[in-house]
């Protein structure tokens, strides 16, 4: 697939969008607005195109390029793009966070990409 980099940062603004909105749901609905729980971490992380089953993007092709300037980094350890906590949500819990950032990756999803979304305990 070739994207623009317009196409790009519409994609991330609607993933991050939609991740905000399902940390907030989350937050609201399963912990009642308060932060309880597991302390945690969550990513999404994109590995190219459905056409290129979990191929990494490498980071100085035109695609990668337009991924960093639309907020996605590269890690140095495993050389995935990834985007710490796409929703935003300021709360410690866990499962708030892993919520926004599978609403991340199916927006990535749906529009070709390889996306997961990942998370850790603190």
Not at 86 to 99: C, F, I
Request: glycine residues 10%; charged residues 25%; hydrophobic residues 40%.
């Amino acid at each position: 697939m070739n994207f623009t980099q317009e196409q790009i940062n519409d994609i991330v603004a609607e993933a991050m969008q939609a991740a905000s909105k399902a940390a907030v749901e989350y937050f609201n609905t399963k912990l009642g607005g308060a932060d309880n729980f597991p302390c945690g971490f969550a990513w999404v992380e994109v590995f190219g195109t459905n056409n290129h089953e979990r191929s990494k993007i490498k980071g100085n092709s035109k695609l990668g390029t337009m991924l960093k300037k639309a907020g996605f980094y590269q890690d140095s350890y495993d050389k995935v793009f990834k985007i710490w906590n796409p929703s935003g949500h300021r709360a410690q819990n866990v499962d708030t966070k892993e919520a926004g950032a599978y609403a991340a990756a199916q927006v990535l999803e749906k529009h070709g990409f390889r996306a997961y979304a990942g998370s850790r305990l603190d």
